[in-house]
């Protein structure tokens, strides 16, 4: 950016780095949403409130499905970055 740019941009610095830090809290929220480790661990804690009596068996499987579909996203995720799922 020139010069010019710049100064006639300025008034506008801290809302542009508040995008810039929302954007980052997102990706973070959003890599923790579907990291498969967090997603096992929320399976366990599910299948425990289960066992429990906690939640009813419909309860578990529309839960399951729901922390089914997030890791197969996650593992999609993790194929399209070049990354590996644990």
């Given at each position: 950016?020139?010069?010019v740019t710049e100064?006639?941009?300025?008034p506008f610095a801290p809302v542009r780095g508040s995008?810039?830090?929302?954007r980052q809290?997102?990706?973070e929220a959003e890599?923790?949403?579907y990291d498969p480790a967090t997603v096992r661990a929320e399976l366990s804690r599910l299948e425990e409130r289960l066992e429990s009596g906690e939640i009813t068996e419909d309860e578990f499987d529309r839960a399951e499905d729901e922390l089914?579909?997030?890791l197969e996203a996650?593992?999609?995720?993790s194929t399209r970055t070049g990354g590996t799922a644990r």
């Open positions: 950016m020139g010069l100064v006639l941009l300025l995008a810039w830090a929302i809290v997102l990706q890599r923790i949403y089914l579909d997030r996650a593992e999609r995720m």
